[in-house]
């Protein structure tokens, strides 16, 4: 059986999570998502419960594992039974959070494809220019 991880923020969960989630599925048997409770580069809408309660009713998302901060990820990434971690393409030539643990355990990694323009950050700015839209078009 192959298991794969996945570490997340997942907030404001939108169609390219779901997407990137059910690519790591058809590349393992089994997929772990690491949930990034506190990320120090993001700052989340959503608490960790909200986040937590939608990734579980994802079909593809086999168990969620919460973690708080980089220190937490190493020894997840350490000693989790695993064989493949995803991350976003966007990754790839970046120097990303336990990279050189990964390679050190030489463990697979995994980029996978974002052929879309769907983030947390345009959604909700889109929120937010709707709620104007409708603002203006209800006081003209």
Known sequence: M????FPMV???LHPGHITAI???KQNCDYLIVALHCNPVYKN???SVFERFIQLDAIKYVDKIIPYQNKEDAAVMISTLNY???FLGEDHKDSDFECK???????????YLKRKHM???????NRIIN???NIQKNNCG
């Open 130 to 132: 709707y709620d104007r």
């Open 10 to 12: 997942a907030d404001v």
């Open 100 to 110: 050189d643990l990964l390679e050190y355990l030489h463990k697979d990694i995994y």
């Open 22 to 24: 059910e690519e790591a």
């Open 118 to 124: 769907l983030s947390s950050t345009d959604l909700k």
């Open 44 to 46: 989340p809408v959503q």
């Open 2 to 5: 192959k298991i794969g991880l």
């Open 83 to 85: 064989d493949i971690y």
